[in-house]
């Protein structure tokens, strides 16, 4: 039996927060991006749009003190799953966003800085019900744009991707090669249906719910992930209860989903030529250290000539500093700073590979 309607709707919007499988779907209105703020001094901040996949994506490019006619290094943000603005995830305090603060420091630092609201999000234009591949044609758009910026060397381009955002960036950047590096944070390191189910069980069991229901539940979602791989398209048969969420939405979004289930992101890393860089929360609940371990096992599996991986302890899916003990509700707690040791790590290891 599926939970009770106040649990499923917790462990829904968690599951399929952090997973993107709702795209379109999970948003009843538009999220707003957060209200403009005026950059640090010494960066200045500029509204532009750019061409995605057949419509207008809107963001902020964020440039240090001009050089002397002097061309900088660049990185490109690309956001996690779901309804993700240009500063971060929706809910964020104004100021606070995890992209915001890494466009700040980086700036602070040489980089010219892209971050962008999504497709459907804030400024953005929007298509609903986009396939998968729209999102990385977003993300080479953003990739287009950046280079065509007088500010920026084109040769010095990198591509920062967050949950999610490494899956698009890595496909991006493994037909391009042009990225000169590339940095994966809290980016999964297996297919969306074993992350997923992973998600479900781990909430099914703090909900508390008896094993042998929680193995009915398991044995369908593997039935259904089964059926969407092999091209299923009318799951009536497994009577699936108009409450879950979960499996009636990865249905529904099928052609979404669908890339999320096959494409393997081992695979994916190990067509990178670049440099990449893979930054790991130990604290993080929806993408796992093992994750990040598959990720770099596979690109030395694959030779890859410059492999790094960074676990570091207190550190969330948000990249925030969490230093008591791991939790839903810690978790969800958006006004922990972006982690200082993370910032320190992507900065300097950016500066090595741009130089």
Known sequence: ?????????????????????????????????????????????????????????????????????????????????????????????????????????????????????????????????????????DARGALAYVRSRREVDPARVAVFGHGEGGLLGSIAAAHDPAVKAVVLAAAPGRTAGKLIREQVQRRLAAAGRPAEETQAYLAKYDRVIAGLTSGKADFTDEKIDPGDAVLTNLIKQRDFTIPLLVNDPLQIVTAVEAPVLVLQGEKDLEVGVRDAQYLGEALKRAHHADPTVHLLPDVDHLLKTDTGPTSVRADEDATRPVDPMLLKLLSEWLQTKLR
């Open 1 to 137: 039996m599926w939970p009770a309607r106040k649990e499923r709707r917790t462990l829904a919007r968690r599951v399929l927060a952090c997973l993107a499988i709702l795209t379109g779907l999970a948003v009843t209105a538009r999220p707003q991006a957060p209200a403009r703020q005026a950059p640090s001094p010494g960066l200045r901040a500029e509204e532009v749009k750019f061409e995605g996949a057949g419509l207008k994506l809107a963001g902020t490019l964020l440039l240090p003190e001009p050089g002397a006619d002097k061309r900088a290094p660049a990185v490109l943000v690309v956001g996690d799953s779901g309804p993700t603005t240009r500063d971060g995830s929706p809910g964020v305090a104004a100021g606070n966003g995890t992209y915001r603060v890494i466009a700040e420091y980086l700036a602070a630092r040489g980089f010219v800085v892209l971050r962008y609201d999504k497709r459907c999000v804030g400024a953005s234009e929007c298509r609903p019900a986009s396939p998968f591949d729209a999102y990385v044609d």
